[in-house]
């Protein structure tokens, strides 16, 4: 699955575009798994850009990051995961100027705390374009002990910290990057739906 | 009454700067403190000229957090409609004044890591305010600020010797120009730029940021724009059911109010939308001259912004 058509839902919810080169001095990529592809794909319509783009990529399994490389950007860095690449993000956005580019693109999560870091840094977040491909799996928070659970793809869910089960809502935090999960069973306890793959 | 409430005050000073500004002091004729507002705000000054109402946006200059007087410069505009002759010739300390409350259409954007502010002669006015804001809560600015020479520079001296690291002046007619494609290419991510000052600025400023990659939502400006005198035109009223006559020196809008209507407005400079009117029918052409509507909208035929835009034809029906 390259890319998800997801259903018209809540203001809160995150709506994603497409990947489109911009004008810039500088660019900075963002992606994780699958979100290789829509890189590729702005690689390709603008070709000029790779001198002065920084490509961050968390493979997570996936077997584009030679295709990404090849592509000879500025600078590239592959990492195992979110948490390895942060430091390099942070460095990258401290030391940006005004003109900077930033795409990000990938699963939810990643496309989520990236753009949390931009917004830190003082880029406004509706001029960071986004992109998703990949897992539909969310970022989840439980509402109850606070604790996030990655890559939830069931609704509902069992937070990884308290064992609480979650009901998987649209309900998003752009500071928190992550939607909320809220106990389904708190009149009843144990009288759990059955679980279900997210868009199933 | 449609606009911001009102507040009814005294003159308590007014200081020539230069051969062109002058400074107006305002406090509250009843005693009291003034609202407190935010830098960049403008206030709505009301003009009683041998009977013509004049209502003219200023920006409010004074420290946003001192409640004790609000203080406006007015640039001399020979050529205008007459707002700032009348500021200039006729108020006197003293006299007793209508303004408005504060309104903000050109607000700092505090998620801003830097404010870059760029003036333009009388443009300078808001940012002595947002300097002013931004002093108290220790934020980061730098000002680049153009004026024709050091005698029509107003404020100059105070911002230089205030504040000499972020200050930066220019005098065109010493051929000193902002070098604004390198200032922009410089600045730390999370920069926003602000612009005032006449609309070839502005347009300057929008253009080159724009090609820089800055973020439109990076890129603020405000240019209250003076009504222009036109060919005088005829305009019918369908919900009051009015024919009104627009003069050659009056602004439909000031029309309107003329004929009794009660028009809703704020900015009267063609900026922040709230004096858009629907057009019920109309066989000429519109001089359409604000901010506010697009291009489409212009194109349409069905809405006009009656403070700062004209009309040109046989009949022009308002939906108002």
């Known amino acids: 699955m390259s890319s998800f058509a997801f259903p018209t839902s809540i203001k809160s919810r995150p709506v994603y575009g497409t990947l489109a080169p911009r004008d810039g001095s500088a660019h900075l990529m963002i992606a994780d798994a699958d979100g290789a592809g829509a890189i590729l794909a702005v690689a390709k319509a603008a070709p000029t850009l790779l001198p002065m783009t920084h490509i961050i990529y968390i493979p997570r399994d996936a077997p584009h990051t030679d295709a990404l490389r090849s592509l000879k950007p500025a600078k590239f860095y592959s990492g195992p995961s979110y948490a390895a690449a942060l430091p390099r993000i942070r460095k990258a956005l401290a030391d940006a100027r005004m003109g900077l580019q930033v795409y990000l693109t990938g699963t939810e999560g990643l496309i989520g705390q990236a753009m949390n870091e931009a917004m830190q840094a003082g880029f406004p977040h509706n001029a960071i374009q986004t992109e998703h491909r990949g897992s539909v799996a969310r970022r989840m928070q439980c509402v109850h002990c606070k604790g996030i659970t990655e890559d939830v793809d069931t609704d509902p869910f069992v937070c990884v910290h308290c064992g609480l089960n979650l009901f998987v809502r649209d309900h998003y935090s752009r500071r928190l990057a992550a939607y909320q999960g809220v106990c389904i069973d708190a009149e009843t306890p144990g009288q759990v739906p059955p679980r279900k793959a997210l868009y199933s | ?320």
């Open chain 2, 1 to 320: 009454m449609s606009g911001a409430e009102k507040i009814a005050v005294t003159v308590t000073d007014i200081v020539a700067l230069n051969e062109l500004v002058t400074r107006f002091e305002f406090k509250r004729s009843k005693g009291g403190l003034l609202p407190t507002f935010s830098g960049g705000a403008h206030t709505v000054v009301r003009m009683n000229d041998a009977g013509v109402t004049r209502l003219n946006p200023y920006s409010l200059m004074s420290d946003p957090m001192d409640q004790r007087a609000y203080t406006i410069s007015v640039r001399r505009d020979d050529a205008g409609r007459g707002g700032s002759l009348f500021m200039h010739n006729k108020v006197k300390v003293g006299d007793a004044m209508t303004i408005s409350y504060p309104v903000n259409l050109f607000s700092l954007d505090l998620r801003a890591r830097k404010h870059l502010f760029l003036a333009g002669g009388i443009g300078i006015t808001p940012f002595l305010a947002q300097i002013k804001q931004l002093a108290r809560i220790g934020g980061r600015w730098e000002l680049h600020y153009a004026s024709r020479n050091a005698a029509l520079g107003s404020y100059v001296d105070t911002l230089t010797g205030r504040y000499p690291n972020q200050t930066h002046i220019y005098f065109d007619d010493d051929k000193q120009v902002i070098d604004l494609a390198h200032l922009l290419d410089g600045q730390p991510l999370g920069t926003h730029v602000y612009v005032c000052g006449p609309k070839g600025m502005i347009d300057w400023v929008c253009n080159t940021a724009a090609a820089a990659g800055w973020p439109r939502e990076t890129v603020h400006y405000e240019e209250f724009l003076a009504p222009r005198p036109g060919k005088p035109f005829e305009v019918k009223l369908a919900v009051s059911n009015k024919v009104i006559q627009v003069g050659e020196n009056e602004s439909l809008l000031e029309a309107i109010e003329r004929a009794g209507v009660d028009a809703p407005y704020l900015c009267r400079g063609g900026a922040c939308g709230q004096c858009e009117t629907d057009v019920i029918g109309y066989d000429g052409q519109f001089l359409h001259r604000d901010h506010w509507l697009d291009d489409a909208d212009h194109a349409s035929g069905k809405k006009i912004m009656p403070c700062v835009s004209r009309f040109e034809g046989k009949t022009l029906v308002l939906d108002r």
